[in-house]
């Protein structure tokens, strides 16, 4: 299956910055999602985009879906020691939610 | 609200023993379900997905299989386990764009 382009791999940063990651397709999707995993729990979901140019946010997180449709990033701001974890982006093509790519992940370590 | 249950949440096997991991979604009817495979907290393979009861399709070729013989239910068997099959098995349901994934199943395999 298709593998989508996820980065940074990993990021160390000090408590208080902000973060901001991306991820690329060579296709294009119809939705973009993006998930925190922590250590041994599965994925969270924590935002779904699902029109191009759409920017939505979660708190201290904002994600944006792309305007060619093939990319979607995601920022957290003033960063804490709970953002700690492994992020993903996901997308799909279908319209019917079938089939999900998954990016190979961001690992965020913050500093406190 | 839905829930989705797996269990057990880990495992030891010894190398050539049977598998069977089970999944339940509750709250939501006629999703789509998934089984992905983790390995070393990265990198989410896709292994099967049903978007029915007794629908599978199988996105990797090798020892596991999976059935779907109720609505909200998802197995995912192996008759005889290889070392390669450790790992992190998270199971996940959609009725819509969005997917959700259950607490996983770390399975060892000696």
């Known amino acids: 299956g298709q593998q989508l382009n996820q980065s940074p791999q990993s990021m160390f940063i000090q408590e208080g910055e902000d973060v901001s990651m991306n991820c690329t397709s060579s296709?294009?999707?119809?939705?973009w999602l993006w998930y925190k995993q922590d250590p041994g729990e599965g994925p969270v979901l924590l935002i779904a985009?699902?029109?191009?140019?759409e920017l939505t946010s979660n708190g201290r997180l904002t994600a944006q879906f792309g305007i060619t449709r093939k990319d979607s990033f995601l920022n957290i701001s003033a960063s804490i020691p709970s953002d700690v974890g492994i992020y993903f982006c996901a997308g799909s093509y279908s319209n019917t939610g079938n089939q999900f790519y998954f990016g190979t992940g961001t690992s965020l370590t913050v500093i406190p | 609200s839905q829930t989705i249950h797996q269990w057990p949440a880990t495992l030891v096997q010894p190398v050539g023993s049977p598998l069977s991991l089970e999944c339940t979604v509750e709250g939501t009817s006629n999703p789509n379900l998934y089984w992905y495979r983790q390995a070393a907290g990265r990198g989410l393979q896709l292994l099967f997905y049903s978007v029915g009861i007794g629908q599978i399709s199988s996105e990797v070729p090798q020892n596991l299989s999976a059935s779907r013989p109720q609505d909200r239910q998802f197995i995912l068997s192996s008759k005889k386990l290889l070392l390669s099959d450790s790992g992190f098995y998270l199971c996940?349901?959609?009725?819509?764009?969005?997917?959700?994934f259950g607490p996983g199943t770390r399975l060892t395999v000696t």
């Open positions: 296709s294009i999707f119809n939705t």
């Open positions: 985009l699902y029109k191009a140019g």
């Open positions: 996940a349901w959609s009725v819509s764009l969005e997917q959700y």
